[in-house]
T-cell receptor, first 112, second 114 residues
Framework: DQQVKQNSPSLSVQEGRISILNCDYT??????FLWYKKYPAEGPTFLIS?????DKNEDGRFTVFLNKSAKHLSLHIVPSQPGDSAVYFC???????????FGPGTRLSVLP | DAGVTQSPTHLIKTRGQHVTLRCSPI?????VSWYQQVLGQGPQFIFQ???????GRGNFPDRFSARQFPNYSSELNVNALLLGDSALYLC?????????????FGSGTRLTVV
């Protein structure tokens, strides 16, 4: 039973446009959420995080939105750049910094 | 600054054998976590260690074990290897066990069991 779901295996976006990556979770005890980016042959790289006391967090071109009642979060990348092409993982945990549960990932392709 | 380093980068083992994977965290980081990533899936949590003590364990059989040394480096051991253990094994470090800002991952060890 997948506790963290990313229902879009892939997404293609034109350079300069907005990329929206979605994530749904089933465990209502999750309070901490992160997004990671992964390039081939590298480990995942931390992008941005949010806790359940907030509904939005921004860091440069990246914004994460959390809708706790819908158990849904999304990552917005504006504007999208070709270097953003990677696999994006959503992760969640009940306790800060411990035992993250990852989704299966969404492969983002930003087309020049 | 050295990031999280893992060794070896690639490994081929035979079913039934034992394997030891090694991880050196970022200097100053006291928490190390291990994840298994099977092709096409997200990383799955195996263990977390902080100050040489196990802080969490995922849903993996007892064939999997780990430890953390006084210098905060860590080993992941897998006994009686199965074909299904073939995966990318990722090590991640953080300053402490409750760091919310996320881990720093190494590039992983690719284990192939034949």
């Amino acid at each position: 039973d997948q506790q963290v779901k990313q229902n879009s295996p892939s997404l293609s976006v034109q350079e300069g446009r907005i990329s929206i990556l979605n994530c749904d979770y089933t465990n209502s005890m999750f309070d901490y959420f992160l997004w990671y980016k992964k390039y081939p042959a590298e480990g995942p790289t931390f992008l941005i995080s949010i806790s359940s006391i907030k509904d939005k967090n921004e860091d440069g071109r990246f914004t994460v939105f959390l809708n706790k009642s819908a158990k849904h979060l999304s990552l917005h990348i504006v504007p999208s750049q070709p270097g953003d092409s990677a696999v994006y993982f959503c992760a969640a945990s009940e306790v800060a910094g411990q035992n993250f549960v990852f989704g299966p990932g969404t492969r983002l392709s930003v087309l020049p | 600054d050295a990031g999280v380093t893992q060794s070896p980068t690639h490994l081929i083992k035979t079913r039934g054998q034992h394997v030891t994977l090694r991880c050196s965290p970022i200097s100053g980081h006291k928490s190390v976590s291990w994840y298994q990533q099977v092709l096409g899936q997200g990383p799955q949590f195996i263990f977390q260690y902080y100050e040489k003590e196990e802080r969490g364990r995922g849903n993996f059989p007892d064939r999997f074990s780990a430890r953390q040394f006084p210098n905060y480096s860590s080993e992941l051991n897998v006994n009686a290897l199965l074909l299904g253990d073939s995966a990318l094994y990722l090590c991640a470090s953080s300053l402490d066990a409750g760091a919310f800002y996320g881990y720093t991952f190494g590039s992983g060890t690719r284990l192939t069991v034949v």
